[in-house]
């Protein structure tokens, strides 16, 4: 499958912890997002990154949430402290222009 | 911000029949429209999309209609299939430095057989 990949693809944690979450754009994609959908809703936009650059964060993100592309490849997506409302669909989409975003499957984020 | 208005949230229609979703936005800036189709446990799949300096575009049993001056713009599937059932989201490419896409609420479209 050489589509956008993420791992894991459900993550049940408890209150107070950390988890973490990893995307795999397209090969060739310089340009990845990551996105929260809740049930019933739309992707809302989170962060941004072009190569290994975060260029744009949502005011969505508190500061529990960090991103990194270190090498402008793979991304993870960090939540430290869980909170019963940071439960979502969080799904990370790649391109190479300004327009067609592909997207991953998500991880599914259940917090206890 | 842009904010994307859709509506309905929900749609059912027998087979065979056209389904129609609707999709309002604010920022006049905004230059591209895609529909994605979402089964439910997957991911969300571009459908159909369109540029602003585009008024309507048609795929097969798809098409999308564009009204720059009213903010609006629409999906239209014909001749309905019960595999056409999913969840379906407009979505607008923002004017800010990131290009992120301001997602509808969704439509929950059935199709009857």
């Known amino acids: 499958d050489t589509g956008v990949s993420q791992d894991p693809r459900h993550k049940i944690t408890k209150r107070g912890q950390n988890v973490t979450f990893r995307c795999d754009p397209i090969s060739e994609h310089n340009r990845l997002y990551w996105y929260r959908q809740t049930l019933g809703q739309g992707p809302e936009f989170l962060t941004y990154?072009?190569?290994?650059?975060?260029?744009?964060k949502s005011r969505l993100l508190s500061d529990r949430f960090s991103a990194e592309r270190p090498k402008g490849s793979f991304s993870t997506l960090e939540i430290q402290r869980t909170e019963q409302g940071d439960s979502a669909m969080y799904l990370c989409?790649?391109?190479?222009?300004?327009?067609?975003?592909?997207f991953g499957p998500g991880t599914r984020l259940t917090v206890l | 911000g842009e904010n994307v208005e859709q509506h309905p949230s929900t749609l059912s229609v027998q087979e065979g029949d056209s389904a129609v979703i609707k999709c309002t936005y604010s920022d006049s800036a905004s230059n591209y429209f895609p529909w994605y189709k979402q089964e439910l446990g997957k991911r969300p799949q571009l459908i159909i999309d369109?540029?602003?300096?585009?008024g309507e575009k048609k795929d097969q049993r798809i098409a999308v209609t564009l009204n720059k001056t009213a903010k609006h713009f629409s999906l239209h599937i014909t001749e309905t299939q019960p595999e056409d059932s999913a969840v379906y989201f407009c979505?607008?490419?923002?004017?800010?430095?990131?290009?992120?896409?301001?997602f509808g609420s969704g439509t929950q479209l059935t199709v009857l057989p």
């Open positions: 979505a607008a490419k923002g004017s800010g430095s990131a290009r992120q896409l301001t």
């Open positions: 989409a790649s391109t190479y222009t300004e327009v067609e975003q592909f």
């Open positions: 369109i540029r602003s300096n585009v």
């Open positions: 990154f072009q190569n290994e650059a975060q260029l744009e």
